[in-house]
T-cell receptor
């Protein structure tokens, strides 16, 4: 089982709709979770971090965390063509003193005008 | 603006010819990371520095080395690049491990 798993997509969503991106992780002790956006040929850009169960909203983005189910998701409301990118889920994992971020392989999202 | 800078943005080298990639930051962060990312794959952590302390990932090949002469700069040395080392190399920083990480623009390495 991979440490961080995402559906690689592509996920195609019409403009103005809600895009839902999902991520599962294997380390039950993980406490910190991040979503990065990566445009083709560019580097990852941090868009959300979440540490507690529940929802965290920032503009059109909502991150959702369920530690019991080891599941984190990202919702993008009112999707725009500029949201077309690969979205990477990253999880802080490992024992104290040797922790690191482990990235999923990313979900490629396409917003269709 | 505080930022992470990588040079060069594109590097072409020959098989077996050593190459050095550079990263600098104005964020004054303690931690600097090097990742390798191949097409359609997750970024793979090679190593990181917490201040002067070097932390190597167990599966990072010996062919990859790093130096951090001061807080602002970190270098990735590839001693004998192979065709399989062609990738995007990403430098990232964070204020402590392994908090929110901020990435530089990356260096695209081509090995001929």
């Amino acid at each position: 089982q991979k440490e961080v798993e995402q559906n690689s997509g592509p996920l195609s969503v019409p403009e103005g709709a809600i895009a839902s991106l999902n991520c599962t992780y294997s380390d039950r002790g993980s406490q910190s979770f991040f979503w990065y956006r990566q445009y083709s040929g560019k580097s990852p850009e941090l868009i959300m971090s979440i540490y507690s169960n529940g929802d965290k909203e920032d503009g059109r983005f909502t991150a959702q965390l369920n530690k019991a189910s080891q599941y984190v998701s990202l919702l993008i409301r009112d999707s725009q063509p500029s949201d077309s990118a690969t979205y990477l889920c990253a999880v802080k994992t490992g024992r104290q003193g040797a922790q690191k971020l482990v990235f999923g392989q990313g979900t490629r999202l396409t917003i269709n005008p | 603006d505080a930022m992470v800078i990588q040079n060069p943005r594109y590097q072409v080298t020959q098989f077996g010819k050593p190459v050095t990639l550079s990263c600098s930051q104005t964020l004054n962060h303690n931690v600097m990371y090097w990742y390798q990312q191949k097409s359609s794959q997750a970024p793979k952590l090679l190593f990181h520095y917490y201040d002067k302390d070097f932390n190597n990932e167990a599966d990072t090949p010996d062919n990859f080395q790093s130096r951090r002469p001061n807080t602002s700069f970190c270098f990735l040395d590839i001693r004998s690049p192979g065709l399989g080392d062609a990738a995007m190399y990403l430098c990232a920083t964070s204020s402590h491990t392994p908090a929110e990480q901020f990435f530089g623009p990356g260096t695209r390495l081509t090995v001929l």
